[in-house]
């Protein structure tokens, strides 16, 4: 029987490996394993794998290949014994699932992955407040239109609406509520979505073809999906990234929230409560943010060998964490007292991960609270990750010292 093992995970590097649990040895029964790989925007992964030995051929034990988040992406390929490779991303993002049944384990398998650039002519960005898409002008240039011919389908004429025209590029930058932007929800999607287009002026004879270029930017509870497809009579390109909401989190002095706290770092007593809020920076105002889990380590780089939970899957640890009312769906604030960790250590980091979601979906993981998990969660989202710190005890010694030299002058 084997030990206790955890499978899976978040890969983040340029390039990497991983591998079925206790390879070169014989994986267990009953593994169900998810490895998502991101690399940077507009980049693609390559998936190699190698000396794959497994089960049944498919019948019972498999790897199966995503093209992006498993739970809402196109299959690749299932792999099963052998080896294959190379397996190629159309985005930056790629998930694999391993699963085998409950008997007869074989050898496993080991993958290499890495990643490289994308020499595409048509560019997509999720930003918090906007799209940014851009093409390139020789793109243009080769369907027989020019930069000037490339605009937002309602032909708005706001000037936020234009684009930004460049020696080598048009850039349009367009907010997710307005020129013409439209919103769609689906589940714990959430989908902006506008076009651009480039046609030919009418004439009995049409020479050239019309350029309808798509884009949208997907909101998965916590994970940004950016698309790009450009579809006109022949041409049909696809372009997905991923990237993150950007969420601000800081201390404040006091439950009234007025003030935050501006030094780095930041000394407190034993036992103080401390108050933080955590704010959503993202212009679309139908958005709520939830409190998944922080905890709390020595080492502001390492927040697996030595931590301590605050909160984890929503459920309060600490018995001192309190949360409080949220003014508004986009911010949280909640509050705990300095712990044991600052009577060992010098120094305490913070590491919360936060989840977004739709207000008025009461089926989010927003509103689901608190969820009692029987192993660890290797969903197929990216967690919306943040870092605070450090906080470090006060030294009475050093406060009497400058309360002395603080004091104002008397005439």
């Known amino acids: ?29 009953n593994a169900n394993c998810l490895w998502d790989i991101e690399v940077q925007n507009n980049y693609r992964i390559t998936v190699v794998f190698r000396d794959v030995q497994l089960e049944g051929g498919c019948s019972y034990d498999y790897i199966e290949v995503f093209d992006g988040p498993s739970h809402s992406s196109s299959l690749i390929a299932r792999v099963c014994n052998g080896s294959m490779g190379p397996l190629i991303s159309s985005s930056n993002f790629m998930s694999i699932r391993f699963v085998s049944d409950g008997s007869i384990t074989r050898r496993g398998f080991q993958a290499n992955y890495y990643s490289s650039p994308s020499e595409d002519n048509t560019k997509l960005l999720c930003l918090p407040n906007h799209m940014q898409a851009s093409v390139r002008r020789s793109y243009l240039q080769s369907l027989g239109y020019s930069a000037m011919d490339l605009v937002i389908s309602t032909r708005n004429e706001s000037s936020q609406c234009q684009p930004q025209i460049t020696a080598s590029q048009v850039l349009f930058t367009i907010p997710y509520s307005g020129c013409g932007t439209t919103e769609q929800v689906d589940n714990d999607t959430i989908t902006y979505s506008n076009f651009l287009k480039a046609a030919a002026p009418s004439a009995i004879i049409k020479r050239k073809k019309d350029l309808h270029i798509h884009i949208s930017c997907k909101m998965l509870q916590n994970t940004w999906v950016d698309t790009m497809y450009i579809a006109n009579d022949t041409v049909n390109i696809n372009e997905v990234q991923y990237g993150n909401f950007d969420v601000n989190i800081s201390f404040y002095a006091s439950s009234s929230f007025l003030y935050p706290v501006t030094s780095n770092p930041y000394y407190v007593d034993l036992n103080q409560n401390l108050y933080l809020q955590a704010e959503i920076i993202n212009s679309d105002t139908s958005l709520t943010l939830f409190v998944d889990t922080c905890v709390a380590s020595p080492y502001s780089n390492d927040f697996t060998s030595l931590t301590y939970d605050l909160i984890r899957s929503g459920c309060a640890k600490d018995s001192t964490y309190r949360s409080y009312p949220q003014p508004s769906p986009r911010i949280v604030r909640f509050q705990f007292s300095s712990f044991f960790f600052l009577r060992r250590f010098p120094s305490v980091y913070l590491h919360c991960k936060m989840v977004v979601c739709r207000a008025n979906d009461y089926s989010s993981r927003c509103r689901r609270g608190c969820i009692v998990r029987a192993k660890r969660d290797v969903g197929s989202h990216q967690e919306v990750d943040v870092v605070l710190g450090p906080i470090l005890k006060r030294d009475p010694r050093t406060e009497k010292r400058d309360l002395v030299t603080s004091q104002p002058s008397r005439p």
């Not at 084997?2 to 990497?16: E, I, R, V």
């Open 1 to 29: 029987m084997h030990a206790n093992y955890s499978c899976g995970g978040f890969l983040t590097q340029p390039s990497g490996y991983f591998s079925s649990p206790f390879y070169p040895g014989n994986y267990p029964n």
